[in-house]
């Protein structure tokens, strides 16, 4: 099987503590942190619980995000996400995976820039504590989350910071149908510091509204191999939710995706 971790977003409605329980249950390997979920129940609690199962931390994920048309804001979420960093180390794990927050009433060309002073503000931490940060495009529907609607657009902003202490998140759901992709994955493998790994139902209209593995249209095991075929050895970090995934259950959601993980081949 692959090499891959469960994101908590999977079992989006679960505490932070069910979500240990179960997925050690299932024998999942690693889990992806989401800080919404373990601050509430305790940085330090969450560590114990962590070791007691004996789950690996694949990344740790942040629900801040930066206003970036308001830069009266930004001191205060600066300061945040540096705790998140901080946390991060805690964890065990040297991934943060984040969204650039929006930048409603600016161009993209006017965008870019605020967010890349943002990051100069961000990246000699992140290197102080050994942290990578995994910036995440999102959906071209959530402007809310981001101004990265594309997969290529975040590399592309890699490529112009180039720092090793900035990669991207590729997103599956919302990369799968690029132009370009499996040229992007060969090409600049190196700017990817995680693969999100979902799958898309045909004649979804909202989002986010995700299916188990291998219930979808999106060609994973293609993707799958063009990544692994680069020599990349990190995460495929499965986050599948939505209104399928809770008709279903999460029981039965993760189920699938580990099946289909499992008929997907050896681990690497």
């Known amino acids: 099987m692959i090499?891959?971790?469960?994101?908590?977003?999977?079992?989006?409605?679960?505490?932070?503590?069910k979500d240990v329980e179960y997925y050690a249950q299932r024998g999942v390997p690693a889990i992806t942190a989401q800080r919404m979920k373990l601050e509430p129940f305790g940085v330090d609690k969450g560590l114990r619980l962590l070791k007691d199962a004996g789950l690996r931390v694949a990344a740790y994920q942040t629900s801040g995000q930066f206003t970036l048309n308001d830069q009266d804001r930004w001191p205060k979420q600066i300061d945040e996400f540096k705790r998140d960093m901080e946390t991060a180390v805690k964890l065990g794990t040297g991934l943060l995976i984040f969204q650039t927050g929006p930048g409603e009433g600016l161009s993209y060309?006017?965008?870019?820039?605020?967010?890349?002073?943002?990051?100069?503000?961000l990246l000699p931490e992140a290197q102080g504590l050994g942290v990578r940060l995994a910036v995440e495009h999102n959906s071209a529907l959530r402007v809310?989350?981001?101004y990265l609607g594309t997969l290529h657009n975040a590399l592309d902003l890699a490529d112009k910071v180039d720092s090793p202490y900035l990669t991207v998140c590729l997103?599956?759901?919302?990369?799968?149908?690029?132009?370009?992709l499996y040229d992007n994955i060969r090409d600049r493998?190196?700017?990817?510091?995680?693969?999100?790994?979902d799958d898309f139902k045909a004649g979804t209209t909202t989002t986010p509204s995700r299916v188990p593995l291998g219930d979808g249209i999106i060609p994973i095991?293609?993707?799958v191999n063009a990544v692994l075929e680069t020599g990349y050895d990190g995460y495929f970090d499965i986050e599948v939710l939505g209104p399928h995934v809770e008709e279903m259950g999460y029981e039965e959601a993760i189920r699938r995706c580990q099946a289909y993980l499992e008929r997907l081949g050896p681990a690497s």
Do not use: C, H
């Open 3 to 17: 090499k891959y971790s469960m994101n908590e977003l999977t079992t989006a409605r679960w505490p932070f503590d």
């Open 221 to 223: 095991e293609r993707i």
């Open 109 to 121: 060309e006017e965008t870019e820039p605020r967010f890349v002073e943002v990051l100069e503000r």
């Open 171 to 180: 997103e599956m759901n919302n990369a799968w149908f690029e132009r370009g």
């Open 189 to 197: 493998i190196g700017r990817i510091g995680v693969v999100q790994i």
């Open 144 to 146: 809310d989350l981001g």
